[in-house]
T-cell receptor, first 115, second 110 residues
Framework: DAGVTQSPTHLIKTRGQQVTLRCSPK?????VSWYQQALGQGPQFIFQ???????QRGNFPDRFSGHQFPNYSSELNVNALLLGDSALYLC??????????????FGPGTRLLVL | QKEVEQNSGPLSVPEGAIASLNCTYS??????FFWYRQYSGKSPELIMF????GDKEDGRFTAQLNKASQYVSLLIRDSQPSDSATYLC??????????FGKGTRLHILP
């Protein structure tokens, strides 16, 4: 049973560019959440997708957008990259019923470096 | 601004001893509380969650929740060198969003 997968594993971009990160949830999961984790910090919630819609959003600007596909996979897009966007981007999947929603499985992450 | 506070550590504990990790949160309406373990260079993995006052045990791990004091802790019994990692406390607030603390680095001394 494949766990949560993310691609690419590493990425280097320059300021002003755009990036797309991808996530496939654990088999059977229908909810995908995205987090940003800066060095030495805890993960910060970006947004959550369920039934192909953004259900919740954290304190991130509109430069951060996403999408969920019918097969539950998801993309995170970041436009007009800033140096401060350099971080580990984590995708987590879960099943949207209590208490299963409390068990999030994280993918290995995509490490983004903005130069 | 809802917050989850943890001592950054490092917390050094001898092998075989009990490691005690603490976390406080600001949102009194918080619903669920989580402990994750994160090894260096890896992604977080869920240890356990708790949503009722009191203790919840899972193997060598015990989570303790005190909603009146807005305090949640994690005890690790019989600490092993493999327990050396960063431990992240996370809280699901009344708005259903999960907020993580910055984590406590735990070092088990052989």
């Amino acid at each position: 049973d494949a766990g949560v997968t993310q691609s690419p594993t590493h990425l280097i971009k320059t300021r002003g560019q755009q990036v797309t990160l991808r996530c496939s949830p654990k088999s059977g999961h229908d909810t995908v959440s995205w987090y940003q984790q800066a060095l030495g910090q805890g993960p910060q919630f970006i947004f959550q997708y369920y039934e192909e819609e953004e259900r919740q959003r954290g304190n991130f600007p509109d430069r951060f957008s996403g999408h969920q596909f019918p097969n539950y996979s998801s993309e995170l897009n970041v436009n007009a990259l800033l140096l401060g966007d350099s971080a580990l981007y984590l995708c987590a999947s879960s099943l949207r019923v209590f208490p299963s929603q409390e068990t999030q499985y994280f993918g290995p992450g995509t490490r983004l470096l903005v130069l | 601004q809802k917050e989850v506070e943890q001592n950054s550590g490092p917390l050094s504990v001898p092998e075989g001893a009990i490691a005690s990790l603490n976390c406080t949160y600001s949102d009194r309406g918080s619903q669920s509380f989580f402990w994750y373990r994160q090894y260096s260079g890896k992604s977080p993995e869920l240890i356990m969650f708790i949503y009722s006052n009191g203790d919840k045990e899972d193997g060598r791990f015990t989570a303790q929740l005190n909603k009146a004091s807005q305090y949640v802790s994690l005890l690790i019994r019989d600490s092993q060198p493999s327990d050396s990692a960063t431990y992240l406390c996370a809280v699901r607030g009344r708005d259903d969003k999960i907020i993580f603390g910055k984590g406590t680095r735990l070092h088990i001394l052989p």
